[in-house]
Structures are given as C-alpha cells and as structure tokens.
C-alpha cells in the first residue's frame, strides 16, 4: 500500500525561495548533504528551506549563498528581505556619494572613480556618461572645486 504524506503548508512566499535554492544546488551538482555541509547547517534543515518549510535568516541565506556560489542578494530576494529594484544599486551608490556633505568634492571623485573601477558604467534613463568629472555628464559626480 503506497505511504500517503501529509499535506504540510509551507511558510507563505518560501516555495519561490526553496525552488531557487533546490535548483542553483542541482545546477552546481551538489547533493543535499554536501551543501548542508558547506552552508554549516544540517541536511533536514536544508531539506525544510527546499520544500518552502522554513524561513532560513540572513546568516543563513548568507551561507547557502557561498556554497552555492551565487550572490546573497539573490536570495534575499527570493526570500522577501530584499526588493528586487535594488538590483540597480549603481545609481543609487552614486547618489549618495553625491549626497553625503562629510565628503569634499574630491574625495566624492575619488570614490566615484574607485567604484567605477569596479562597477561598470550604464546611462540613466537616456542621460549621457562622461569620463571628465566636471562636464557635467553625471549628474552624480559633482565638479571638482574642492583642492
């Protein structure tokens, strides 16, 4: 006689997590156990985040994302923590260097420049790019008056 399993409901919005979680893990072919492994949780654990059961922390989106190798922000917003429009954090990172008034004008070039190194540069909503920090081309990187 075939073993009936009962019907558990799962946390609300955790299905989408557990589903994305079981598939990067399938993709990376690694077995439950050694992800648990390498995320330091235990293999039932891992098992109740897959099948949408529970709602792992940040710490642990944080662990199952190194062993995964996919970036925790992914998860987080899989996992509800994070809005899905912060995924265009460039913009946002410019802004506030532009905003933040404990910098002087050079020193928002300076970080402007050190991020740029790191982050490639996309327009804005049709706005034009310029490597010269004065021109006027990035509304987010002021002119350099400040000596």
Known sequence: MPRLTPHVPGVP??????????????????????LSAAAGISNPYLSQIE????????????SLAKGLQVSAESLYVRAGL???????????????LALDRHLTARQRGIMLDLYDS?????????????????SGG??????????
């Open 51 to 62: 099948r949408g059961l529970r709602r792992p922390s940040a710490e642990i989106l944080n």
């Open 82 to 96: 994070l809005d899905a429009s912060h995924e265009n954090s460039a913009v946002d990172v410019r802004r506030a």
């Open 13 to 34: 919005g955790m299905r989408d997590l557990g589903e994305y979680v079981r598939e990067q893990r399938e993709n990376a072919q690694l077995s439950v156990r050694q």
């Open 138 to 147: 990035d509304p987010a990187r002021p002119a350099d008056t400040d000596t």
């Open 118 to 134: 790191f982050v490639p540069r996309r327009p804005v909503d049709g706005a034009t790019t310029s490597s010269d920090p004065g």
